[in-house]
């Protein structure tokens, strides 16, 4: 047991943002542009998705670890036209089976104006409560269901690394942040 606990202490300092060194605007877009390379290189599909989307919050970084009792965060950006109008975080914890952590990149396709409009006018939405997220998975040849196209709002998870692994975005609160 005390194995454990040291693991999750230790995993919890490596993968734990610290708050007082939070990322400058500059810092955030620079990992945002890396990430949206990365998802363009796996998915040319999500990349005409994401250039028919009214705005795309791209979290380059989101850390998740815990034994039992666990927890994530990420900042991110909001791209409208290509452009950033808006930083985020991204935050959740969790309570149950679960060992280890996980690094990996969320971003989200705002496919209507109206998705959009709910999104930014909630002081602090959670998907799942606040608005529905169609969770992307891509088939054969790179081709994202034709369901999933539908829906105004797709959100794709990539580049997980790490030793617990969980697809989902439900339960995310998602709020504001000023840089």
């Known amino acids: 047991m005390k194995t454990i606990l040291t693991l999750l202490f230790l995993s ?14 500059q810092e955030i877009n620079a990992k945002v542009n890396q990430a949206l390379k990365e998802f363009y290189r796996h998915s040319s599909a999500g ?9 795309v919050l791209i979290f380059p970084d989101v850390i ?13 950006a909001l791209r409208e036209g290509g452009k950033t109008t808006a930083y985020y975080n991204v935050a959740s914890a969790s309570i149950g089976f679960q060992l280890g952590a996980q690094l990996k990149s969320e971003i989200l ?10 999104f930014r006018n909630s002081d602090g939405w959670e998907a799942g409560v606040d608005g529905s997220v169609a969770l992307a998975t ?11 196209i539908q829906q105004p709002i797709i959100g794709f998870i990539f580049s997980n690394k790490g030793l617990m692994y969980n697809l989902s975005i439900e339960g995310s609160k ?4 000023s840089r």
């Not at 300092?13 to 060194?21: G, Y």
């Not at 990349?47 to 705005?55: H, S």
């Not at 891509?138 to 999933?148: F, K, M, P, R, V």
């Not at 998602?174 to 942040?177: A, L």
């Open 174 to 177: 998602i709020s504001p942040i």
């Open 109 to 118: 396709l705002f496919m209507t104006e109206e998705a959009l409009r709910k």
């Open 12 to 25: 919890l300092i490596i993968f734990s943002p610290d708050h007082s060194q939070a990322a400058s605007a």
């Open 138 to 148: 891509l088939g054969a040849g790179g081709e994202i269901d034709s369901n999933t």
């Open 47 to 55: 990349k005409e998705l994401a250039q028919k989307a009214a705005a």
């Open 64 to 76: 998740k670890a815990g034994i039992g009792i666990g927890g994530e965060y990420g900042e991110g």
